[in-house]
């Protein structure tokens, strides 16, 4: 079966330092990736798309960066941390059948102060 | 562009009462329709989804019905319980550009025993 795992799931972080989250999927191959940000009591907003190894869309201009330097593997970087940085960050996959559905990662909540 | 536009919350019901979350979208074609639920600190969950017009989908007691005309996909189920208390999402998917989701803005639902 696949599993997706994210780590780290909480972490607090001073203004200024750089930030890297780190995404895994296990079971399957190829699939799309995604990092998602959550701030509190709001809605999901996508960050980063990935459909392969070094392929990655972003949808927002930001502070924060993605890479994919495997096929099952997705990070999440800044080099200096906002304090607007602060919230809920989701990963997820979504595999070629069927292809609508994503799965989710447990989250890192990430506070900057 | 795509949209999905839910009801605001909190919704807060007494266990056993009657559930409906109201959820409205947009789109181009004919997208896909799903219905997330995140339970606290924790990542979302698919819940259930339908693909085409007409569409029941079902689980865990919640249904939800594919309405074109309408352009809905109200969530509802009979009965709440204690457990059911989370955020619930309303999302749509096309087959667009890296099959990215569109998630409505979440609802939260509190049940009381």
């Known amino acids: 079966s696949q599993t997706i795992h994210q780590w780290p799931a909480t972490l607090v972080q001073p203004v200024g330092s750089p930030l890297s989250l780190e995404c895994t999927v296990e079971?399957?191959?190829?699939?799309?990736l995604y990092w998602y940000r959550q701030a509190a009591g709001r809605g999901l907003q996508l960050l980063f798309y990935?459909?392969?190894?070094?392929?990655i869309s972003s949808e927002v201009p930001q502070n924060l960066s993605a890479s994919r330097p495997q096929d099952r593997q997705f990070i999440l970087s800044s080099k200096k941390l906002l304090l607007s940085d602060s919230g809920f960050y989701l990963c997820?996959?979504?595999?070629?059948?069927?292809?609508?559905?994503?799965?989710f990662g447990a989250g890192t909540r990430l506070s900057v102060l | 562009g795509n949209s999905v536009t839910q009801m605001e919350g909190p919704v807060t019901l007494s266990e056993e009462a009657f559930l409906t979350i109201n959820c409205t979208y947009t789109?181009?074609?004919?997208?896909?329709l799903f219905w997330y639920v995140q339970y606290p600190g924790e990542g979302l969950q698919l819940l259930l989804k339908?693909?085409?017009?007409?569409d029941k989908g079902s689980n865990k007691g919640f249904e939800a019905t594919y309405r074109k005309e309408t352009t809905s996909f109200h969530l509802e189920k009979g009965s709440v319980q204690v457990s059911d208390s989370a955020v619930y999402f309303c999302?749509?998917?096309?087959?667009?550009?890296?099959?990215?989701?569109?998630f409505g803005a979440g609802t939260r639902l509190f049940v009381k025993a």
């Open positions: 997820a996959w979504s595999s070629v059948q069927p292809k609508n559905i994503q799965y």
């Open positions: 999302a749509l998917s096309d087959d667009t550009g890296g099959f990215k989701t569109i």
């Open positions: 079971g399957t191959s190829n699939p799309n």
């Open positions: 990935s459909v392969g190894i070094g392929q």
């Open positions: 339908a693909t085409k017009a007409d």
């Open positions: 789109a181009t074609g004919y997208p896909s």
